[in-house]
Protein backbone atom coordinates (compact mmCIF):
# COMPACT_ATOMS: atom_id res chain seq x y z
CA UNK A 1 0.00 0.00 0.00
CA UNK A 2 1.43 3.44 -0.94
CA UNK A 3 1.67 5.95 1.75
CA UNK A 4 2.88 9.19 0.41
CA UNK A 5 4.50 8.22 -3.08
CA UNK A 6 4.17 10.47 -6.34
CA UNK A 7 1.82 8.10 -7.86
CA UNK A 8 -0.69 7.92 -5.36
CA UNK A 9 -1.01 11.79 -4.98
CA UNK A 10 -1.28 12.23 -8.97
CA UNK A 11 -4.15 9.94 -8.61
CA UNK A 12 -5.86 12.35 -6.38
CA UNK A 13 -5.17 15.55 -8.47
CA UNK A 14 -8.93 15.68 -9.81
CA UNK A 15 -10.16 15.58 -6.04
CA UNK A 16 -8.22 18.35 -4.43
CA UNK A 17 -10.51 21.01 -6.39
CA UNK A 18 -13.96 21.06 -5.43
CA UNK A 19 -16.98 23.02 -3.67
CA UNK A 20 -16.56 21.18 -0.85
CA UNK A 21 -13.23 20.58 1.31
CA UNK A 22 -12.00 17.23 1.72
CA UNK A 23 -9.31 16.79 4.29
CA UNK A 24 -8.58 13.25 3.32
CA UNK A 25 -7.34 14.88 0.18
CA UNK A 26 -6.05 17.82 1.81
CA UNK A 27 -3.58 15.43 4.18
CA UNK A 28 -2.29 13.33 1.45
CA UNK A 29 -1.92 16.39 -1.18
CA UNK A 30 -0.98 19.12 0.79
CA UNK A 31 -3.43 21.55 -1.08
CA UNK A 32 -7.07 21.84 -1.61
CA UNK A 33 -8.91 24.02 -3.77
CA UNK A 34 -12.70 25.21 -2.66
CA UNK A 35 -14.50 26.67 -5.38
CA UNK A 36 -17.20 29.57 -4.44
CA UNK A 37 -15.88 29.37 -0.77
CA UNK A 38 -17.00 32.81 -0.08
CA UNK A 39 -19.66 34.62 -1.44
CA UNK A 40 -19.34 36.77 -4.41
CA UNK A 41 -20.93 39.75 -2.53
CA UNK A 42 -18.25 39.97 0.65
CA UNK A 43 -15.53 39.35 -1.95
CA UNK A 44 -15.95 42.45 -3.95
CA UNK A 45 -16.34 44.59 -0.70
CA UNK A 46 -13.08 43.85 0.10
CA UNK A 47 -11.62 44.41 -3.36
CA UNK A 48 -13.54 48.04 -3.05
CA UNK A 49 -11.73 48.04 0.20
CA UNK A 50 -8.64 47.50 -1.76
CA UNK A 51 -8.99 49.44 -4.78
CA UNK A 52 -9.72 52.17 -2.48
CA UNK A 53 -6.43 51.51 -0.27
CA UNK A 54 -3.98 50.78 -3.29
CA UNK A 55 -5.40 54.01 -5.29
CA UNK A 56 -5.09 56.06 -2.08
CA UNK A 57 -1.55 54.60 -0.66
CA UNK A 58 0.05 52.17 -3.26
CA UNK A 59 -0.06 53.45 -6.45
CA UNK A 60 2.71 55.69 -6.49
CA UNK A 61 5.08 53.45 -4.89
CA UNK A 62 5.36 51.30 -1.87
CA UNK A 63 7.78 50.32 0.38
CA UNK A 64 8.99 46.80 -1.75
CA UNK A 65 10.51 44.35 0.47
CA UNK A 66 13.59 43.60 -1.14
CA UNK A 67 13.89 40.01 0.58
CA UNK A 68 10.24 39.14 -0.72
CA UNK A 69 8.92 41.49 -2.99
CA UNK A 70 5.53 39.81 -2.62
CA UNK A 71 5.05 40.43 1.07
CA UNK A 72 3.39 43.83 1.49
CA UNK A 73 4.55 45.74 4.50
CA UNK A 74 2.54 49.08 4.47
CA UNK A 75 -0.56 48.80 7.32
CA UNK A 76 -3.84 47.83 5.79
CA UNK A 77 -6.96 49.38 6.45
CA UNK A 78 -8.93 47.80 8.85
CA UNK A 79 -11.75 45.76 6.92
CA UNK A 80 -9.10 43.95 5.34
CA UNK A 81 -6.77 43.57 8.23
CA UNK A 82 -9.44 41.68 9.82
CA UNK A 83 -10.22 39.24 6.96
CA UNK A 84 -8.87 36.60 8.95
CA UNK A 85 -11.54 36.73 11.29
CA UNK A 86 -14.08 36.10 8.76
CA UNK A 87 -16.69 33.02 9.75
CA UNK A 88 -16.81 31.75 6.69
CA UNK A 89 -12.85 30.90 6.54
CA UNK A 90 -12.81 30.09 9.74
CA UNK A 91 -15.59 27.55 9.73
CA UNK A 92 -13.03 25.77 6.88
CA UNK A 93 -10.12 26.21 9.42
CA UNK A 94 -12.09 24.19 11.22
CA UNK A 95 -12.05 21.09 9.13
CA UNK A 96 -8.57 21.47 8.97
CA UNK A 97 -7.60 21.68 12.40
CA UNK A 98 -10.21 21.04 14.37
CA UNK A 99 -12.74 23.37 17.47
CA UNK A 100 -9.92 24.85 18.54
CA UNK A 101 -8.42 27.41 15.99
CA UNK A 102 -5.34 30.05 16.24
CA UNK A 103 -3.58 32.64 14.19
CA UNK A 104 -0.28 32.90 13.17
CA UNK A 105 0.25 35.60 10.41
CA UNK A 106 -2.17 37.83 8.22
CA UNK A 107 -0.71 39.65 5.55
CA UNK A 108 -1.64 40.58 1.53
CA UNK A 109 1.10 38.77 -1.16
CA UNK A 110 0.55 40.68 -4.03
CA UNK A 111 1.81 41.14 -7.72
CA UNK A 112 2.02 44.44 -9.47
CA UNK A 113 3.85 46.61 -11.37
CA UNK A 114 6.28 47.06 -8.28
CA UNK A 115 6.69 43.16 -7.93
CA UNK A 116 5.53 41.35 -10.92
CA UNK A 117 8.83 39.13 -10.98
CA UNK A 118 8.78 35.50 -9.62
CA UNK A 119 8.99 33.60 -6.50
CA UNK A 120 11.79 30.83 -5.92
CA UNK A 121 10.92 27.40 -5.30
CA UNK A 122 10.41 27.18 -1.14
CA UNK A 123 8.23 26.16 1.83
CA UNK A 124 6.93 28.38 4.17
CA UNK A 125 7.48 26.32 7.51
CA UNK A 126 10.90 27.45 7.76
CA UNK A 127 10.68 30.78 8.34
CA UNK A 128 7.83 29.88 11.09
CA UNK A 129 8.28 29.55 14.73
CA UNK A 130 5.94 26.76 16.79
CA UNK A 131 4.54 23.29 15.61
CA UNK A 132 4.65 22.54 11.90
CA UNK A 133 0.72 21.82 11.68
CA UNK A 134 0.01 24.91 9.95
CA UNK A 135 -2.02 26.01 6.40
CA UNK A 136 -2.06 29.66 4.24
CA UNK A 137 -5.70 29.98 3.67
CA UNK A 138 -5.21 31.98 0.04
CA UNK A 139 -7.88 34.42 -0.60
CA UNK A 140 -7.51 35.92 -3.89
CA UNK A 141 -9.53 39.37 -4.54
CA UNK A 142 -8.30 39.20 -8.21
CA UNK A 143 -7.74 36.87 -10.55
CA UNK A 144 -4.83 34.98 -9.56
CA UNK A 145 -3.46 32.16 -12.27
CA UNK A 146 -0.72 31.50 -14.82
CA UNK A 147 -1.19 34.54 -16.22
CA UNK A 148 -0.12 36.93 -13.41
CA UNK A 149 2.06 35.11 -11.33
CA UNK A 150 -0.27 32.54 -9.82
CA UNK A 151 1.06 29.98 -7.27
CA UNK A 152 2.89 26.25 -8.38
CA UNK A 153 2.53 23.35 -6.02
CA UNK A 154 5.09 20.20 -5.82
CA UNK A 155 1.89 18.47 -4.36
CA UNK A 156 3.10 15.84 -1.83
CA UNK A 157 6.33 17.61 -1.00
CA UNK A 158 4.93 18.13 2.45
CA UNK A 159 5.56 14.68 3.78
CA UNK A 160 9.20 15.41 3.61
CA UNK A 161 9.01 17.64 6.35
CA UNK A 162 11.61 20.55 7.33
CA UNK A 163 14.96 20.29 5.12
CA UNK A 164 17.25 21.34 7.13
CA UNK A 165 17.47 24.84 6.04
CA UNK A 166 15.83 27.72 4.55
CA UNK A 167 16.07 29.11 0.32
CA UNK A 168 15.50 28.09 -2.63
CA UNK A 169 14.79 24.09 -3.40
CA UNK A 170 16.48 22.20 -5.83
CA UNK A 171 13.71 19.14 -6.92
CA UNK A 172 16.26 17.69 -9.22
CA UNK A 173 17.82 16.64 -6.02
CA UNK A 174 15.40 14.48 -4.95
CA UNK A 175 14.64 10.82 -6.55
CA UNK A 176 11.11 11.46 -6.14
CA UNK A 177 8.97 13.86 -8.76
CA UNK A 178 6.09 15.67 -7.96
CA UNK A 179 3.52 16.23 -9.65
CA UNK A 180 2.94 20.29 -10.15
CA UNK A 181 -0.38 22.12 -10.13
CA UNK A 182 -1.29 26.03 -10.99
CA UNK A 183 -4.72 26.53 -10.26
CA UNK A 184 -6.80 29.34 -11.71
CA UNK A 185 -8.50 31.38 -8.85
CA UNK A 186 -11.24 33.81 -9.26
CA UNK A 187 -12.51 36.25 -6.47
CA UNK A 188 -14.62 33.86 -4.17
CA UNK A 189 -12.34 30.31 -4.78
CA UNK A 190 -10.12 29.71 -1.81
CA UNK A 191 -6.66 27.83 -1.34
CA UNK A 192 -5.47 25.64 1.25
CA UNK A 193 -1.72 24.92 1.31
CA UNK A 194 -0.01 23.10 3.98
CA UNK A 195 3.06 24.89 5.42
CA UNK A 196 5.31 23.07 4.57
CA UNK A 197 4.48 22.19 1.02
CA UNK A 198 6.95 23.15 -1.92
CA UNK A 199 5.83 26.38 -3.97
CA UNK A 200 6.51 29.03 -6.29
CA UNK A 201 5.20 31.35 -8.59
CA UNK A 202 6.49 33.12 -12.33
CA UNK A 203 5.90 36.69 -13.59
CA UNK A 204 2.70 38.38 -13.70
CA UNK A 205 3.19 38.60 -17.34
CA UNK A 206 -0.43 39.81 -18.21
CA UNK A 207 -0.14 42.92 -16.34
CA UNK A 208 -3.02 42.46 -14.49
CA UNK A 209 -3.21 43.09 -10.55
CA UNK A 210 -2.32 39.44 -8.37
CA UNK A 211 -4.28 40.50 -5.34
CA UNK A 212 -3.95 37.92 -2.81
CA UNK A 213 -4.72 37.91 1.25
CA UNK A 214 -2.47 34.78 2.94
CA UNK A 215 -3.97 33.63 6.15
CA UNK A 216 -2.11 31.15 8.15
CA UNK A 217 -4.52 29.25 10.75
CA UNK A 218 -2.89 26.93 13.11
CA UNK A 219 -4.20 24.82 16.20
CA UNK A 220 -4.96 26.65 19.55
CA UNK A 221 -1.86 24.37 21.00
CA UNK A 222 0.45 26.07 19.20
CA UNK A 223 2.88 28.69 21.42
CA UNK A 224 3.51 30.78 18.20
CA UNK A 225 0.01 31.79 18.12
CA UNK A 226 -0.84 35.32 18.17
CA UNK A 227 -4.92 35.21 18.62
CA UNK A 228 -7.35 32.61 19.35
CA UNK A 229 -10.03 32.76 16.69
CA UNK A 230 -11.98 29.44 17.89
CA UNK A 231 -12.60 27.54 20.59
CA UNK A 232 -10.53 27.72 24.09
CA UNK A 233 -6.41 27.94 24.28
CA UNK A 234 -4.85 24.61 24.89
CA UNK A 235 -1.65 25.48 25.38
CA UNK A 236 -0.30 27.87 28.51
CA UNK A 237 2.65 29.03 26.91
CA UNK A 238 3.85 31.21 23.48
CA UNK A 239 6.47 32.46 21.72
CA UNK A 240 6.79 35.55 19.63
CA UNK A 241 8.87 35.83 15.71
CA UNK A 242 10.59 38.64 17.20
CA UNK A 243 12.16 37.13 19.72
CA UNK A 244 13.93 34.14 17.91
CA UNK A 245 17.60 35.45 17.88
CA UNK A 246 17.31 36.28 21.80
CA UNK A 247 16.40 32.10 22.08
CA UNK A 248 19.80 31.41 21.11
CA UNK A 249 23.54 31.94 22.55
CA UNK A 250 24.84 31.34 18.29
CA UNK A 251 22.79 30.54 15.83
CA UNK A 252 22.88 30.65 12.17
CA UNK A 253 21.16 33.76 11.93
CA UNK A 254 23.46 35.48 14.71
CA UNK A 255 26.75 34.33 12.59
CA UNK A 256 25.42 35.90 9.62
CA UNK A 257 24.18 39.58 11.37
CA UNK A 258 27.55 39.05 12.76
CA UNK A 259 29.11 39.12 9.24
CA UNK A 260 27.34 41.94 8.15
CA UNK A 261 28.20 43.91 10.91
CA UNK A 262 31.73 43.31 10.22
CA UNK A 263 31.42 44.06 6.41
CA UNK A 264 30.01 47.22 6.93
Not at 113 to 120: A, I, Q, Y
Not at 219 to 248: C, M, N, Y
Request: charged share 30%; aromatic share 12%.
Amino acid sequence: MAHNSPELVRGLIDKLDSTKFNKEVFDKTGLFVIRNALPKELVSEWKKEWDEFYEKSLANGRNVNVNNPVDLKEELPEKLAKIYKNDFLLDVAEQVFGKDVALLNHRFVIKDKFSPGEVFLHHDYCYHIGNPNKASFFVPLSYAGKKNGGLTYYLGTHKYGYLGDAGEIDPDHFKEQWPQVTPELEPGDLAIMNSVLWHKSGINEAGIDRIVADIIYQPADDPSSKELLRGQWQTDIFIQHKDIVKFFKTSRVKKIIELKEKVK
